[in-house]
Structure formats: structure tokens, C-alpha cells
């Protein structure tokens, strides 16, 4: 569901192990008479043994993969308050030992067959998960269910585990929106167990014992309480065998309460939080409790959010974002939950804009009437809900969790077609009935962090800047409680409350040949047909991006990309986002170090439409002012926001720290300054140069072949000459080895320690991406030893960036300010480790396959295999650059690595980029 997917990953994402327009004013509508070859595959079994535990098995061989999840009906909702924390904690400890895979063994049998290994915890469940080869079924399935129903849960990994999760926790606050949200959910859902943070709070996690996990998992841990999901190229008889053997034996000992609704604390009015901070911009939250996703209202809930703020062509994207540029960025979304929900609102603003942005709001919202939503408002949301859940079915991970959440919660295998025809009906009576119920002001719960009167611009500098920031703050008197008063003035103002009324509480045949066509004037077309789902991706990848800039032009081909598809021929940047949001489709363009993208995807029924405004994109591009002026002003935000986060921070200072006399050497974004005074014609310059450069073009999924080499050719025949492709130079590495950067008010540090390496055509370059495998992931040796072993951060991992002539490794760590020296000497042991004892066989090995695994698993959908097509021929690697990667991993010794890492990680030439707090 939209819900899951959108708000409630928010919470997950901080909850989860790391492992690292038209001819047409309207189109038509989907035909429920249409039904694609993926549609009609055969339905999941769906078996329930004697003990009450669900199987569900869906086969799928369009991949050599297996997806398994095993969901258990539990979360942080199902906790006292005393126990606040402890589904997520437990979700640590599983990956800490079990009774037959010690310390972390149910990681490392995974990943050494190429597997993925995850959990995480929500507020109503809890889910285990893995991703497998398709041949190592049965070996996912014996982990989850080892590691849900037979953790040791030893006292001392306990002790080191709690360290980490509160590293975590600490980690959360230093982001945003996570502090947002943890703000309004203790608002809106007040008095509720759906109140607390699912990381728990600091005294609580730390309380907890080994004997409360245990006791946990005896209460909530119940055959009669789990679902186990199976999707895959797997043999469905054998799966169902394998399940009996592993989980039939397994006893509940106790019945379950089904858990009792939940009505939350209301206030008399309106509840506003104001916060300040070491921030570039507002951070801006509103909500109002809503139904939960087993309301009848929970659909027409979802469709009401898109129509506010689902896209781009939302009302109040098209408002506050486009016409009066109050925002820079703003969304709505329905946050749906087992016995509650919420409606949410989320903003980025200048603080300048905050007054007269609220005033507006309250305005609108007290103005919204779905009586005047148009039937293209609601025909389009319903489409784009629509086409979500069918995407979700291009991965087979999407598709077992799609089947997982449904089964376990509507508890049907029809629970999808009941959704799509509860979807299509959604009228405006319906959408009047939900807002009068929804749209209350005295339910308003709003939340707000603003800078402080320094912000983190003045101390995002080397350290030797001094504290002028510091006087500055302290010197500056602000009233956060007087903010609030104004804002609930301005709402009572705008929206004044209603009388109380009676509203309720809130297969693989389907995959061709590729084909590689010559276009001649330096164009080639890639055709990868795969008529699996009734969806077409494109990507045409051109060299330039940077490498076209000058020194003083550095973010004119971001601003370009952001540009590009904000009007063509007639067509105005609404009207293009009309279009496309009316056939649940999207145009992009982006600007990378060395090449420049334009992608479309989109149903197949809307082909000839998307192809149509893809082509008049690329050949008459409008770059109108007043949008040019729209996307500087959206492009330096998205710098400040990038401050505003540490690890942004480091990533957007890493390259100009490193390199010299290079594009590479370049902050991507731009400067600010800079960046307001580019025009309409260093724009046009640039695409006419971008143009120039040799392209490729390529096409997966469901598609017309004939439509699409008319266009091809018709694209390289319209060129205007092909110029020689642009390459940056390869750079000079700076004499400075060390830089830091400040970010008040924030708990962590993180730490970059960086290694020179070599572009990705070097023969080394196999050995370092087996390098980087092994000491990344749970069962990797940074893992392994600074977190688990020493407990000196939440997340740690290496990484490797590799361009045509340059390249980086580094070691990352985000931890406590008293621990950096400690982290940086385990960076420096690991890497005397490497170049002194050679690595062991099961280590290389599990490296080789999570390569194998993660590269299929990331090469599932239809956009990463177009992208992937057109970005490898781009920058001259043959097509199956990858596959020759993984055959040439396979044959390295450990002493090849052994070697590899004495030439490459020496921490001696090694340079530090750190973000501290102080």
C-alpha cells in the first residue's frame, strides 16, 4: 500500500539493520478488460498449517532469485511503556546468535551464497527478510526461521548491541525529518502506544535485559502469529514441504488478544511545536489523525492525499511550489497504520517565507472541497495509486512484500483485486465524506524546526573559523513559545473550527534477446524486450555532464537537467506535468560527473503519447525564465539541505577536497552564489553543446520495436555533428590529507578515511570491488570489528567510486565524538590486517557472492537495466561489463587481495573528512 511505502519507510528506514502532456486532454483511463501476461500468472498458494502459522508461495522465474519474508505480528505498538523499544532491539539481537548459527553466523551463511539479509520493525509487525540465490531457497528459509524462533540472545552481546541501537537513536535526531516525525506522532497519536518512537528512548533501551527479550518473543513470538512468504524460481511443492519440516513443529502455548482499537488524546485546539537549530531552512510537519488501512475510508484517504499533495501536479505542489515559490519542496501523504493513521503534510521553506507559507495553508485547507476536485484531478490519482501497486511487481523483493502485507493484514490472496476495485470506485461523495471527517483545524498538530539565529552555513567550515557563530547564536533572543502562538493565531485566523459533528476517530518467456543497433553520428540504439509487465523505460545517456563545464560554470549542468524537461515546444512545465501525472508517467533528466541522462517511463498503452513529448523534449526544449528562476532557487535549497545532513555535508565537499585541476574536482550542485546568476542563454549553450556529444539510447520492457527505431533514427539523424566525446581529465590529488567540518547541535561523528584508486577500466578493478564486499555488510570485517566487536557506531561499511580516470575507497563510520580516535585506529588496524595476512577462503568467498547476488537483485527492474545499457556503451564498456566483472572476481587469490590491499589502502597516504559537532 502507498502508505507503507511512503511515510511509515520514513520510520523504517532508521529501523533497519544496514547492510550498506498530450494529444489529449485527458488519456484514457485503465480497462479493467486488460489483462497483461504478469497479471495472469497463476495466484500464490496459500496454505495454513495445523499450528496456525500462514504460507504463502508465489512462483516467479523471470530471475535466479528467491525473496523470503517471514512477517511475526508484532511491533512497537504491541509494547508497554516500560518495554518501549525492545521489537527493534530484539530485530538487532537476532543477527547476533542463535542456537545453531553463533555470533553472527545467520548474516554470514546468507551472504556467503550471495544473499541479502535484513529485518525491520514497524509499529504492527516486524518482518525478517532475505534475498537468495534461487538454488539456496531452503537455506533462507532455515535462517528466518533460526533467527526469528531461536535467538540466544547472549547478556554481553546484549550490553554491546544497546550501544549500537542508541548510537542509532542519537543518529536520528541529527536528522530532520526523522526529529519531525518523532515530534508529530507524539502529537497526533497522544495517548496511544502508536505515541513512542519505534527505536524506543534511552532509559528504556538501556533497562532492558535478556530475560525481557526472551519473555518478549514469548509472548508475541506465536506459530499462530507469523506469516512466511516464498517468491521466486523456486519448486512450489518443495517449498511447502520445507516449510511444514522447519515451522510445524513449533507450539503456541498461549492464545492471542487481538489487538484492541486505539482512540487518541485529543486536545482543545490545535497543537503546535516549534524547535530551533543548527538548520539552513524550516523544516515544516502538519498532520491530522486519520483512518486506519482496515477502514473503508483508508482508500479514498489515499486518494484525497495525492489530489492535495501526491506529485508534482498536486494542488499544493502546484500552489506553494510553482506559482508562488513559498516552498521548496512539499508534499501529503496518508500515513495508514493497523488502528490508526494520519494525514501528513511535509515542507522545506526559506525561514523568510514561513508567515505568509502557513497563512496560505490554513487558507487552503479551510478551502478544499472535493466538490471542485475535477474528474482529471481523481482520475489521475487513481491511476498513479494504481500503477504503484503494479510496479511494485517488477522486483521480485516488491512483489513479496506487496503479497506479504496483504495476506497478512486483509488476510486474503484477493486482497489486491478487492483494493483496485475499492480503488476505481472512489467518488466525490466519498472524498467530501472523508475531508469533513479529516479536515478538522482543532485536530491540527503541527511541527516545525527553524534555524537559530548563526544556522549551520556560518559553521560548516574548517574548524579553524573560529566561533563567531557561537557569539552570534548566544547574542540572538528567540522566542520558540511565541513562534507557536503565532502560527495557532494565523491558523485560528485562516481555518477557524467548526461546530463539533459526528465525525469517528481517526514468466521468463517474456525476456528476449537484446539488440544493439548503429545508428551512425555516434548514436546507438539498446533493445532489451521483456514483455513481463505492460511497461516500457527509457534512457538516452550522452558523455558530457561536467566535464563540459568550465571551473566557473560548476552546477550548469545540474541546473540544465532540472531545466530540461520544464517545457517543451508549447507545452509549459504544468501542462507537461498534466500529462504525464494523466498516464502514471515520468520524464527526468539528470546531470552526472561524466554523462548526461533523459529517461521516460511509462505504461505501455501510453507509448506513442510518451514517446512523442520524450522526442519534442530533447529537440525543443523551451527553458523558460521564469522556471529557470524557479529551479535556481530549488537547486541552491537542495544545497543548503544538503547541509543541513552530515553525511550531505561530507558528500557534497568530498570531491573538491580530493581532487585538483579536474571536473571531478567540482561541487556538482553548484555554488549558490554562482548558481543565481546563471541565464537562459549559458543554458541554451550548454544543451547545444550536450547535444553534440554521442549518445545511447536504451529500451527495456514492453515495447513497439518499430515505434521505437523510427524514433532512434530519426533522433541521430537530427543531430547537428557529433563532437568528440567529453572526458574529464584525469585529476591531481590535493596536498591537504585532512579536513573538518562542523555541524552544531548534532551527537555524532562520521568519518571518512579515503584511499586513492584507479578508474574503472584499470585491471585492479575487480580486486578492489571484492575488497570493498568483504569489509562491507554485516558479516564484513568493519562490520565485524567496529561494531560488533568494539561497538563504536550503529553504522559502519567501505565504499568504492570509480570513474573513467579516477577513483576512490574509503572506510565510514558515523560515531561518538569521544571515540573518533578509536574508530581511526580500527580504520588503520583493518587496513595493516589486509596487506599482512591473507584473507581467508569463506571470507573471499561470501565477498563473491553477495557481488553475484547484489548485482542481480539490482538489476530487476526495467529502469536499472535500461540505465545500466545506456550508461555502460556511454562511457565505453561493452554491455556485459558487469558479468566479465563477477567472471574475473571469481578467479582472484587471496594473495591477489592480499597485494591489492598493501598498494591501495595505506593509511599513511590516506586523507580524513570528517563532520563532528564541535
Not at 15 to 25: R, T
Not at 279 to 302: I, Q
Not at 672 to 679: R, Y
Request: overall charge negative.
Amino acid at each position: 500500500m502507498r502508505s507503507v511505502k511512503l511515510l511509515a519507510a520514513l520510520a523504517w528506514g532508521l529501523l533497519m539493520i544496514p547492510v550498506v502532456a498530450g494529444a489529449a486532454d485527458r488519456a484514457p483511463q485503465p480497462d479493467a478488460a486488460t489483462v497483461h501476461a504478469a497479471q495472469a500468472a497463476a495466484a500464490p498458494t496459500v496454505t495454513r498449517l495445523p499450528n496456525g502459522l500462514t504460507v504463502l508461495i508465489q512462483r516467479d522465474t523471470r530471475f535466479p532469485l528467491a525473496s523470503l519474508r517471514l512477517y511475526v505480528g508484532t511491533g512497537s505498538a504491541y509494547e508497554t511503556p516500560k518495554e518501549a523499544g525492545i521489537s527493534h532491539l530484539l530485530e538487532h539481537m537476532v543477527f547476533k546468535g542463535t542456537e545453531k548459527r553463533p555470533g553472527g553466523g545467520a548474516a554470514e551463511a546468507i551472504e556467503s551464497v550471495g544473499g541479502y539479509i535484513n529485518a525491520a520493525t514497524s509499529f504492527d509487525y516486524t518482518v525478517f527478510i532475505t534475498d537468495v540465490p534461487a538454488a539456496s531457497w531452503s537455506l533462507g528459509m532455515d535462517v528466518l526461521q533460526d533467527m526469528a524462533f531461536h535467538a540466544t540472545v547472549e547478556p554481553q552481546a546484549l550490553e554491546n548491541e544497546k550501544k549500537v541501537v542508541l548510537a542509532e537513536l542519537e543518529r536520528g535526531e541529527d536528522n530532520p525529518s526523522a526529529k519531525l516525525f518523532k515530534t508529530i506522532q507524539s502529537m497526533v497519536w497522544k495517548g496511544t502506544t502508536y505515541e513512542r518512537p519505534i527505536i524506543g528512548y534511552h532509559d528504556t533501551v538501556s533497562a532492558v535485559t535478556s530475560q525481557d527479550l526472551h519473555d518478549y518473543v514469548a509472548r508475541h513470538y506465536q506459530p499462530q502469529n507469523a506469516l512466511l512468504v516464498v517468491c521466486g524460481d523456486v519448486p512450489q511443492a518443495d517449498v511447502l514441504a520445507e516449510a511444514r519440516r522447519l515451522f510445524g513443529n513449533l507450539r503456541n502455548d498461549r492464545d492471542l488478544t487481538p489487538p484492541l482499537p486505539v482512540t487518541p488524546e485529543r486536545s482543545t485546539g490545535a497543537q503546535v511545536s516549534v524547535r530551533r537549530g543548527a538548520y539552513n531552512k524550516v523544516y515544516f510537519s502538519a498532520a491530522l489523525p486519520a483512518p486506519s488501512f482496515v477502514s473503508d475510508r483508508s482508500v479514498p484517504l489515499e486518494v484525497l492525499a495525492h489530489v492535495l499533495g501526491g506529485d508534482k501536479s498536486s494542488r499544493l505542489y502546484r500552489k506553494f511550489k510553482y506559482t508562488e515559490g513559498l516552498v521548496d519542496d512539499i508534499s501529503a501523504s496518508d500515513m495508514t497504520l493497523q488502528r490508526t493513521g494520519m494525514l501528513y503534510i511535509d515542507a522545506t521553506l526559506k525561514p523568510e517565507n514561513l508567515d505568509t507559507f502557513w497563512k496560505e495553508l490554513c487558507a487552503e485547507l479551510a478551502a478544499t472541497d472535493p466538490a471542485t476536485f475535477t474528474n482529471q484531478e481523481i482520475d489521475r490519482a487513481k491511476l498513479n495509486l494504481e500503477d504503484s501497486l503494479f510496479r511494485a511487481k517488477e522486483t521480485l523483493s516488491g512483489l513479496a512484500s506487496k503479497l506479504g502485507f496483504f495476506q497478512f493484514f486483509l488476510h486474503s490472496p484477493l486482497a489486491e483485486q478487492n483494493y483496485l476495485t475499492v480503488l476505481r470506485g472512489v467518488d466525490r461523495a466519498q472524498l467530501a465524506s472523508l475531508a469533513r471527517e479529516v479536515l478538522r483545524p482543532e485536530n491540527l498538530c503541527v511541527a516545525a524546526l527553524l534555524p537559530d539565529a548563526a544556522g549551520p552555513s556560518a559553521t560548516a567550515e574548517a574548524t579553524a573559523s573560529g566561533d563567531k557563530a557561537d557569539a552570534t547564536a548566544k547574542d540572538a533572543t528567540i522566542d520558540d513559545a511565541a513562534t507557536a502562538d503565532a502560527l495557532r493565531a494565523a491558523l485560528a485566523e485562516q481555518w477557524p473550527a467548526k461546530a463539533a459533528g459526528t465525525a469517528q476517530a481517526a514468466g521468463p518467456e517474456a525476456v528476449g534477446a537484446t539488440e544493439t543497433v548503429d545508428l551512425g553520428h555516434g548514436r546507438t540504439l539498446v533493445l532489451l524486450p521483456d514483455t513481463t509487465l505492460p511497461y516500457t523505460s527509457v534512457d538516452m545517456t550522452f558523455t558530457g555532464g561536467d566535464a563540459l563545464l568550465t571551473p566557473a560554470q560548476q552546477g550548469l549542468a545540474e541546473l540544465a537537467a532540472r531545466l530540461l524537461t520544464r517545457g517543451a515546444g508549447e507545452r509549459s512545465a504544468t501542462e507537461i506535468q498534466d500529462f504525464l501525472a494523466d498516464r502514471a508517467s515520468a520524464l527526468s533528466a539528470s546531470a552526472g560527473r561524466e554523462t548526461f541522462t533523459v529517461s521516460t517511463r511509462f505504461p505501455t498503452r501510453f507509448g506513442a503519447d510518451a514517446l512523442a513529448l520524450f522526442r519534442e523534449t530533447l529537440k525543443r526544449p523551451a527553458f523558460p525564465a521564469e522556471e529557470l528562476a524557479r529551479e535556481k532557487d530549488s537547486q541552491i535549497a537542495s544545497i543548503r539541505a544538503r547541509e543541513d545532513q552530515p553525511l550531505g555535508l561530507a558528500f557534497r565537499n568530498l570531491f573538491p577536497f580530493l581532487y585538483r585541476k579536474s571536473s571531478y574536482a567540482y561541487f556538482h550542485r553548484g555554488d549558490p552564489d554562482a548558481l543565481a546568476g546563471f541565464t537562459q542563454r549559458q543554458v541554451r549553450d550548454f544543451w547545444r553543446a550536450q547535444q553534440t556529444q554521442p549518445w545511447v539510447m536504451a529500451v527495456c520492457g514492453d515495447f513497439d520495436r518499430d515505434a521505437i527505431l523510427t524514433l532512434a533514427r530519426g533522433l541521430a539523424a537530427e543531430g547537428d555533428g557529433v563532437a568528440k566525446a567529453a572526458v574529464p581529465a584525469a585529476p591531481a590529488w590535493s596536498a591537504q590529507h585532512e579536513k573538518s567540518l562542523v555541524l552544531k547541535d548534532r551527537n555524532q561523528t562520521h568519518l571518512l578515511m579515503i584511499f586513492p584508486a584507479v578508474g574503472q577500466n584499470d585491471a585492479d578493478t575487480p580486486g578492489l570491488e571484492l575488497l570493498r564486499t568483504i569489509l562491507a555488510g554485516q558479516g564484513g570485517l568493519l562490520f565485524r570489528d567496529l561494531r560488533d566487536g568494539q561497538g563504536l557506531g550503529y553504522t559502519v561499511t567501505a565504499l568504492l567510486w570509480q570513474g573513467r580516470s579516477a577513483g576512490l575507497a574509503a572506510f565510514y563510520i558515523g560515531t561518538y565524538p569521544e571515540k573518533e580516535q578509536q574508530a581511526l585506529a580500527g580504520f588503520r588496524e583493518a587496513a595493516r590486517r589486509l596487506a599482512a595476512e591473507p584473507l581467508s577462503g569463506d571470507d573471499i568467498q561470501r565477498g563473491i557472492n553477495t557481488l553475484v547476488g547484489d548485482y542481480y537483485r539490482d538489476h530487476q527492474s526495467l529502469a536499472s537495466r535500461s540505465g545500466e545499457a545506456a550508461n555502460l556503451l556511454a562511457r565505453g564498456f561493452p554491455l556485459d561489463w558487469h558479468k566479465d566483472l563477477l567472471a574475473k572476481v571469481r578467479t582472484l587469490t587471496p594473495k591477489d587481495l592480499q597485494r591489492l590491499a598493501a598498494k591501495y589502502f595505506n593509511p599513511d597516504k590516506a586523507y580524513i573528512l570528517r563532520v563532528a559537532p564541535r
